[in-house]
T-cell receptor
């Protein structure tokens, strides 16, 4: 089955530790995105990538980093510089820059 | 600055009746609008979309209306079913020529009661 997978579903980390969230898609989509959702808020764009080896900052990129070495994979690292890392993180992809975005199931990160 | 607004955080509708979810936007550069449905602890699922050159798009029980002059769109669900109970997000797309970015509203929680 084609789709987007994010792992793990729940993640706990101690304050000050970097953590990497996985996102894989087998839809052959060119573009991939990372969003963050906080309670009572909409989704906010962290980073996006239109093509392999290229990515751009979204609206709230501070404290995050990404890589896009393969078309299928777009991992997100939440660094210790991110002041409020506890949130629900969503990865999405689209067939091209203008296509509808399809979302993975999300990872809930809790920093203790 | 909230460029996409969903002013009703929640809506309750009886089964079989019409649900109307509203969304307002401020940026005239948005060229495409989408509605997503989201259950708790899951990713949003795409529901329906509309291009800025149209004023209506219909898909089964779901219809989206766009009023460009008012910068307003709405999602109509007829008839509403209990399985429609979820949070609905409105999103607006701006295409820069090289990249496409979505801006989301804060969501409306729809409760369909029996």
């Amino acid at each position: 089955d084609g789709g987007i997978t994010q792992s793990p579903k729940y993640l706990f980390r101690k304050e000050g530790q970097n953590v990497t969230l996985s996102c894989e898609q087998n839809l052959n989509h060119d573009a991939m995105y990372w969003y963050r959702q906080d309670p009572g808020q909409g989704l906010r764009l962290i980073y996006y990538s239109q093509i392999v080896n290229d990515f751009q900052k979204g609206d709230i990129a501070e404290g995050y980093s990404v890589s896009r070495e393969k078309k299928e994979s777009f991992p997100l690292t939440v660094t210790s510089a991110q002041k409020n890392p506890t949130a629900f993180y969503l990865c999405a992809s689209s067939i091209r820059a203008r296509g509808e975005q399809f979302f993975g199931p999300g990872t809930r990160l809790t920093v203790l | 600055d909230q460029q996409v607004k969903q002013n009703s955080p929640s809506l309750s509708v009886q089964e079989g009746r019409i649900s109307i979810l509203n969304c307002d936007y401020t940026n005239s550069m948005f060229d495409y609008f989408l509605w997503y449905k989201k259950y708790p602890a899951e990713g949003p699922t795409f529901l329906i979309s509309i291009s800025s050159i149209k004023d209506k798009n219909e898909d089964g029980r779901f219809t989206v209306f766009l009023n460009k002059s008012a910068k307003h769109l709405s999602l109509h669900i007829v008839p509403s079913q209990p399985g429609d109970s979820a949070v609905y997000f409105c999103a607006a797309r701006r295409y820069t020529g090289t990249a496409s970015k979505l801006t989301f509203g804060t969501g409306t929680r729809l409760q369909v009661t029996l």
